[in-house]
């Protein structure tokens, strides 16, 4: 939810803050509960399993919306995210023209966001009115001649370089078409943008029934990349990574869960690297769960790799081998960015609320993969660290704290150009296994142990 809605449910409990908030935004700020109870509402769309309950959720999301038109004055700061949200009730209604003409709303308002631009442009298309769409997006161009995004969409829908004329004062932010004058001589000085991504790992050992080393930290070597797709802003990419230290382990499976961001996720596909296909994820409806993944942890989409051509042929039955990885696209809900995708996910590494990655493992303790003699090697993990922030303006300073195991393995798997941060650490006695010091010189000597050749941080019976 947006900070302004934390501010208005303050009202009774914390005037003080209310105050605040209300001396932004005018007396207006009274209302905004009504704007606040719709993109609850809106949230809770795509979890509705039925037809009927989703209409319900979009009579009331308009309701409580249409109150907020009715009642608060037209230049009210908050009104372009009314008609915002208002339009996103429309399009899940089917109601395109509806839809468009609250953009067009939001717009007049605030013309420098770009969402707004990219939105109606997508529902003309949906009423095939391709020009209309471009005329929108070169209208969003003149006051955000920079914004790749519209400069993307423009090239899409036909438009033609070089791009519209800025309007007065946006000058500076052009940037120059292919080919131009401008783009030869400042060739030096322009710098192509590097996509942001984040690093988390799932260092949150959430259940095992041994206690070994190897084992209980073995989640420190489970990396999740997310990455934003600069040509396609509505899309994100995750890329879960094993370089557990044994290599007879293996992920069968991997799960997602939104916590209260149910309205985060348009949809979820898995990307094939060998095949180059896409192979959508059902939503599981928050049914599906683990002995070794705790209670709160319902996963709205799970990948698990299977021999069965119906649950998806791509998949090896060997599972996801250490050095190997799983590649998930995500197509965002409307209005829904990849800052809100790596928030949700920071907010999951302290609450069930957030977006919490988690995977089953097995064969932790490095032995042959053996059914009947390995059930006891397995755990679960979930999100535990921000390993590695890229690209944002982040405040947190690096820790002073001793890297953890594996930390080296995810400095290698983000690149020498990344800088590394250590923040949102789990507390401990959360559930997040320590490393012992022996790990670490453990791992400067060879592979294996002589009673067990396939465990590298695995120590001799005798010296348990």
Same mark, same amino acid.
């Given at each position: 939810?947006?900070?302004?809605?934390?501010?208005?449910?303050?009202?009774?409990?914390?005037?003080?803050?209310?105050?605040?908030?209300? %001396?932004?935004?005018?007396?207006?700020?009274?209302?905004?509960?009504?704007?606040?109870?719709?993109? +609850?509402?809106?949230?809770?769309?795509?979890?509705?399993?039925?037809?009927?309950?989703?209409?319900?959720?979009?009579?009331?999301?308009?309701?409580?919306?249409?109150?907020?038109?009715?009642?608060?004055?037209?230049? &009210?700061?908050?009104?372009?995210?009314?008609?915002?949200?208002? !339009?996103?009730? &429309?399009?899940?209604?089917?109601?395109?023209?509806?839809?468009?003409?609250?953009?067009?709303? /939001?717009?007049?308002?605030?013309?420098?966001?770009?969402?707004?631009?990219?939105?109606?442009?997508?529902?003309?298309?949906?009423?095939?009115?391709?020009?209309?769409?471009?005329?929108?997006?070169?209208?969003?161009?003149?006051?955000?001649?920079?914004?790749?995004?519209?400069?993307? #969409?423009?090239?899409?829908?036909?438009?033609?370089?070089?791009?519209?004329?800025?309007?007065?004062?946006?000058?500076?932010?052009?940037?120059? +078409?292919?080919?131009?004058?401008? *783009?030869?001589?400042?060739?030096?000085?322009?710098?192509?943008?590097?996509?942001? !991504?984040?690093?988390?790992?799932?260092?949150?050992?959430?259940? *095992?029934?041994?206690?070994?080393?190897?084992?209980?930290?073995?989640?420190?070597?489970?990396?999740?990349?997310?990455?934003?797709?600069?040509?396609?802003?509505? #899309?994100?990419?995750?890329?879960?990574?094993?370089?557990?230290?044994?290599?007879?382990?293996?992920?069968?499976?991997?799960?997602?869960?939104?916590?209260?961001?149910?309205?985060?996720?348009?949809?979820?596909?898995?990307?094939?690297?060998?095949?180059?296909?896409?192979?959508?994820?059902?939503?599981?409806?928050?049914?599906?769960?683990?002995?070794?993944?705790?209670?709160?942890?319902?996963?709205?989409?799970?990948?698990?790799?299977?021999?069965?051509?119906? %649950?998806?042929?791509?998949?090896?039955?060997?599972?996801?081998?250490?050095?190997? %990885?799983?590649? #998930?696209? /995500?197509?965002?809900?409307? +209005?829904?960015?990849?800052?809100?995708?790596?928030?949700?996910?920071?907010?999951?590494?302290?609450?069930?609320?957030?977006?919490?990655?988690?995977?089953?493992?097995?064969?932790?303790?490095?032995?042959?993969?053996?059914?009947?003699?390995?059930?006891?090697?397995?755990?679960?993990?979930? !999100?535990?660290?921000?390993?590695?922030?890229?690209?944002?303006?982040?405040?947190?300073?690096?820790?002073?704290?001793?890297?953890?195991?594996?930390?080296?393995?995810?400095?290698?798997?983000?690149?020498?150009?990344?800088?590394?941060?250590?923040?949102?650490?789990?507390?401990?006695?959360?559930?997040?296994? *320590?490393?012992?010091?022996?790990? %670490?010189?453990?791992?400067?000597?060879?592979?294996?142990?002589?009673?067990?050749?396939?465990?590298?941080?695995?120590?001799?019976?005798?010296?348990?």
């Amino acid at each position: 939810m947006p900070a302004y809605c934390a501010g208005r449910y303050a009202r009774n409990d914390n005037p003080a803050e209310y105050k605040r908030w209300e %001396a932004q935004y005018g007396p207006d700020f009274l209302h905004t509960h009504h704007l606040c109870d719709g993109i +609850g509402l809106l949230n809770n769309y795509h979890k509705a399993r039925t037809a009927q309950e989703r209409k319900g959720i979009l009579d009331q999301a308009m309701g409580t919306l249409n109150y907020m038109v009715q009642h608060a004055k037209p230049d &009210f700061k908050l009104m372009p995210e009314v008609y915002w949200y208002r !339009s996103r009730v &429309f399009q899940l209604m089917d109601r395109a023209g509806e839809a468009v003409g609250d953009l067009r709303k /939001a717009i007049d308002l605030d013309p420098k966001q770009a969402r707004f631009y990219t939105q109606a442009a997508e529902q003309f298309e949906k009423l095939r009115q391709r020009g209309e769409a471009l005329s929108l997006v070169s209208e969003g161009l003149r006051h955000l001649p920079g914004h790749k995004g519209l400069q993307t #969409l423009y090239a899409r829908l036909g438009g033609q370089l070089p791009y519209p004329e800025p309007y007065a004062g946006n000058e500076d932010k052009v940037t120059s +078409g292919p080919g131009s004058a401008e *783009s030869s001589a400042d060739a030096d000085k322009q710098l192509p943008r590097t996509p942001r !991504s984040a690093i988390f790992d799932l260092s949150r050992n959430t259940g *095992s029934a041994r206690k070994e080393a190897p084992i209980l930290n073995a989640g420190a070597y489970l990396l999740v990349e997310v990455k934003e797709d600069l040509s396609v802003p509505e #899309l994100v990419h995750l890329r879960i990574q094993s370089q557990i230290p044994q290599p007879a382990a293996r992920i069968p499976s991997v799960a997602l869960d939104t916590g209260r961001f149910s309205g985060l996720i348009a949809a979820l596909e898995v990307k094939d690297p060998l095949l180059g296909k896409y192979y959508p994820l059902r939503s599981t409806g928050g049914s599906h769960g683990h002995a070794y993944w705790p209670t709160d942890f319902t996963p709205d989409y799970v990948a698990r790799f299977t021999i069965d051509p119906k %649950a998806g042929k791509m998949y090896d039955p060997r599972s996801l081998a250490p050095g190997s %990885a799983l590649n #998930l696209v /995500a197509r965002l809900a409307p +209005g829904v960015s990849f800052d809100d995708v790596v928030e949700a996910m920071k907010l999951g590494l302290k609450s069930p609320d957030g977006v919490r990655i988690g995977v089953i493992a097995h064969h932790l303790m490095g032995y042959r993969p053996d059914p009947a003699k390995t059930i006891m090697d397995d755990a679960g993990f979930l !999100s535990g660290t921000l390993r590695q922030l890229i690209g944002f303006q982040d405040e947190q300073k690096p820790s002073s704290a001793p890297a953890q195991a594996g930390e080296a393995s995810a400095q290698s798997a983000a690149g020498p150009r990344q800088a590394a941060v250590a923040n949102d650490r789990t507390p401990a006695g959360q559930g997040q296994a *320590s490393t012992p010091d022996a790990a %670490a010189s453990d791992s400067k000597r060879g592979m294996g142990t002589p009673s067990n050749p396939w465990c590298r941080f695995c120590p001799e019976p005798s010296a348990k």
